[in-house]
């Protein structure tokens, strides 16, 4: 989707530092982070919510929640770590390109959110 912010880091027109790409999936830090480990992991695909999702997209929600767990443990977080998909206005979305939050760091995250 061209005015898509998303679509276009995957189409490398916009920098990110990333941590993990493949045909499928992208994964890059958060521009703004709220946590000391804190990344984002996208499908290529433009896929605007979770809500938007379609049965075909199962393999590809499937893949970035298993590379979620190996991700976090490159990044460090052997002892857990928390992941986010705001969806819409009631879940406070901004960018709307599908992604999961990462968030991470040695101590407990409490309940504070990416928003
Ligand atoms: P959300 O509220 O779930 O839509 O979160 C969008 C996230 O994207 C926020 O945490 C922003 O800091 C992050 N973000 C926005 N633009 C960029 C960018 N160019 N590179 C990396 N992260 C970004
Ligand atoms: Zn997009």
Known sequence: MSDCIFCKIVAGEIPSRKVYEDEDILAFH???PVAPVHFLIIPKKHI???ADAAPEDIPVLGKMMQMAGTLAKQAG??????????TGRVGC???????????????????????
């Open 30 to 32: 958060d521009i703004n």
């Open 48 to 50: 605007p919510t979770l």
């Open 77 to 86: 977080c052997n002892d857990g770590f928390r992941t986010v998909i705001n």
């Open 93 to 115: 979305q901004e960018v709307y390109h599908l992604h999961i939050h990462i968030l991470g760091g040695d101590k407990p995250l409490g309940m504070m959110l990416p928003r």
